[in-house]
């Protein structure tokens, strides 16, 4: 079984509607992040959390909202979706302070359509 | 502002060839820069962390140096076989998060 795993793992919406994407993990890393990928753009950063009672903004978290339910939980929020969220979202996870030093694994990504 | 750059964007070559990935960095108050890897439809895959008290690191056929003084990171790929073929991502750690560079995407053919 994957580490970390996200569902769905294809979302087509309409503007406005609320959307929910769920990240878990199974390798039991406190640190948990939401990133999203535009083609030309990389990876930027939504939300990052360190441990369940902590949560950051990244650089573009306007429009989106996280909760950290439990340490293996992170789910990414989209209250009204609108057309220029449409992008492949991905969840991370990293152990800090193991020697591996902030390596940080990725789930398979969920492709987000809103229409 | 941290900015990451990666050159070149696209680059196709011959199996057998040896090749090099460039990435640069704009701020060397990095506590450590990784190399990944992305298929198609795909997450990132983790391929070095170079540690920024480090000079390189090597796994397998890859090589991965850093120069934090001159903001520059290279990856190295000998021998290059068509499963090379992918998206590779470079990212420098700092300020508690990562900032990824937009990829070069590798093609190598038979």
């Known amino acids: 079984d994957a580490d970390v795993t996200q569902t769905p793992r294809n979302r087509i919406t309409k503007t406005g509607k609320r959307i929910m994407l769920e990240c878990s993990q199974t390798k039991g890393h406190d640190r948990m992040y939401w990133y999203r990928q535009d083609p030309g753009l990389g990876l930027r950063l939504i939300y990052y959390s360190f441990d369940v009672k902590d949560i950051n903004k990244g650089e573009i978290s306007d429009g989106y909202s996280v909760s950290r339910q439990a340490q293996a939980k992170f789910s990414l929020s989209l209250e009204s979706a609108i057309p220029n969220q449409t992008a492949l979202y991905f969840c991370?996870?990293?152990?800090w302070g193991t020697g591996s030093a902030d390596t940080q694994y990725f789930g398979p990504g969920t492709r987000l359509t809103v229409l | 502002k941290q900015e990451v750059t990666q050159i070149p964007a696209a680059l196709s070559v011959p199996e057998g060839e040896n090749l090099v990935l460039n990435c640069s960095f704009t701020?060397?108050?990095?506590?450590?820069l990784q190399w990944f890897r992305q298929d198609p439809g795909k997450g990132l895959t983790s391929l070095l962390l170079?540690?920024?008290?480090?000079r390189e690191q090597t796994s397998g056929r890859l090589n991965a140096s850093l120069d934090k003084s001159s903001g520059r990171s290279t990856l190295y790929i000998a021998a290059s076989q068509p499963g090379d073929s992918a998206t590779y991502l470079c990212a420098v750690y700092n300020t508690d998060k990562l900032i990824f560079g937009t990829g070069t995407r590798l093609q190598v053919f038979p």
């Open positions: 991370a996870t990293s152990d």
């Open positions: 170079i540690q920024s008290s480090q």
């Open positions: 701020d060397s108050a990095i506590y450590n």
